[in-house]
């Protein structure tokens, strides 16, 4: 489990406006929900993909493989025990393999098994969760800057900016890949029905010269990638660096301000 650990000076914010200080404490307590997304969310990702390279190793693969094939004799010769004598299994053959492979479904599904399509797609889940999350504290923070207009704020959030120059637009192309799929960028060009000027790919999972390929939520290991509105394929990294760097950014925008009160930490336990 990936724990962020966040030092408070104080219980409370110290700004000469008490009603700005409530709001914007407040602010400060939403991110702090954002960077824990992020913790719970990488934590569920990793355990995914783990999962994912336990049941796809050869030994794994072998002992699954020889269980379905058991399960599938057994649920054949029972299926072909009940057809009437005169009943031959080879004749409406189709048939009769749809019906044993419905059979063979629900065995699986009744002893708890999770669709292999289902479990493919979990991964993806968390790492949008994950990109998600990360939005949310870059746009509080965008909030927290503009409303205090204090000098670490801004500075706290033009290094966000710089350490995630992409983060906004691959979000924007994981919310709007309705458009994305069919080629369009800015939703300007959605209107005027003009297409995006796909850029080359070569990053060790992708490669395509020349015009370019359209490539959505993709999984390059830890990195998720969307060709964004510009036509270029870019990717956030769904890993323990990324939290690191947004929760250090994070403890630095909080010791910035000045506070009253006990010293928190957080998580509480």
């Given at each position: 489990?990936?724990?962020v650990?966040?030092?408070?000076?104080?219980t409370?914010?110290?700004l000469p406006?008490?009603?700005?200080?409530?709001e914007?404490?407040?602010l400060i307590s939403?991110?702090e929900?954002?960077?824990?997304?992020?913790?719970?969310?990488?934590?569920?990702?990793?355990?995914?993909q783990?999962?994912?390279?336990e049941e796809?190793?050869?030994?794994?693969?072998k002992?699954?493989?020889?269980?379905?094939?058991?399960l599938?004799?057994?649920?054949?010769?029972?299926?072909?025990?009940?057809l009437?004598?005169?009943?031959d299994?080879?004749?409406?053959h189709e048939?009769?393999?749809?019906?044993?492979e419905k059979?063979?479904?629900?065995?699986?599904?009744?002893?708890?098994?999770v669709?292999r399509?289902?479990?493919?797609?979990?991964?993806?889940?968390?790492?949008?969760?994950?990109?998600?999350s990360?939005?949310?504290?870059?746009?509080?923070?965008?909030?927290?800057?503009?409303?205090?207009?204090l000098?670490?704020?801004?500075?706290?959030?033009?290094?966000?900016?710089?350490?995630f120059?992409?983060?906004?637009?691959?979000r924007?192309?994981?919310?709007?890949?309705?458009d994305?799929?069919?080629?369009?960028?800015?939703?300007?060009?959605?209107?005027?029905k003009?297409?995006?000027?796909l850029?080359p790919i070569?990053?060790?999972?992708?490669?395509?010269?020349?015009?370019?390929?359209?490539?959505l939520?993709?999984?390059?290991?830890?990195?998720?990638?969307?060709?964004?509105?510009d036509g270029?394929y870019?990717?956030?990294?769904?890993?323990?660096?990324s939290?690191?760097?947004v929760a250090d950014?994070?403890?630095?925008?909080?010791?910035?301000f000045?506070?009253?009160?006990?010293?928190?930490?957080?998580?509480?336990?």
């Amino acid at each position: 489990m990936f724990i962020v650990n966040i030092e408070y000076p104080g219980t409370w914010l110290e700004l000469p406006d008490r009603d700005k200080a409530f709001e914007m404490k407040s602010l400060i307590s939403s991110m702090e929900t954002a960077v824990t997304d992020m913790a719970i969310t990488l934590t569920m990702f990793v355990d995914c993909q783990r999962a994912s390279n336990e049941e796809h190793s050869s030994e794994a693969f072998k002992d699954s493989w020889e269980r379905d094939r058991q399960l599938r004799m057994r649920i054949e010769d029972e299926y072909r025990n009940k057809l009437p004598k005169e009943h031959d299994f080879y004749n409406q053959h189709e048939y009769h393999r749809l019906e044993t492979e419905k059979l063979y479904r629900q065995e699986k599904l009744k002893s708890g098994e999770v669709p292999r399509s289902y479990k493919h797609r979990f991964a993806f889940i968390h790492a949008h969760s994950y990109l998600s999350s990360a939005d949310t504290f870059s746009k509080y923070l965008s909030v927290l800057a503009d409303e205090t207009e204090l000098d670490h704020v801004i500075k706290i959030k033009k290094q966000f900016n710089d350490t995630f120059p992409s983060l906004a637009k691959i979000r924007n192309s994981a919310q709007h890949s309705e458009d994305r799929s069919r080629g369009y960028g800015k939703p300007a060009d959605v209107r005027k029905k003009v297409k995006m000027d796909l850029k080359p790919i070569d990053n060790g999972f992708i490669k395509a010269e020349g015009g370019g390929v359209l490539a959505l939520s993709n999984l390059n290991g830890d990195r998720l990638g969307y060709t964004i509105d510009d036509g270029t394929y870019q990717e956030f990294e769904i890993n323990q660096n990324s939290l690191g760097l947004v929760a250090d950014l994070f403890q630095q925008l909080i010791i910035g301000f000045q506070w009253s009160g006990p010293v928190e930490i957080s998580p509480h336990i």
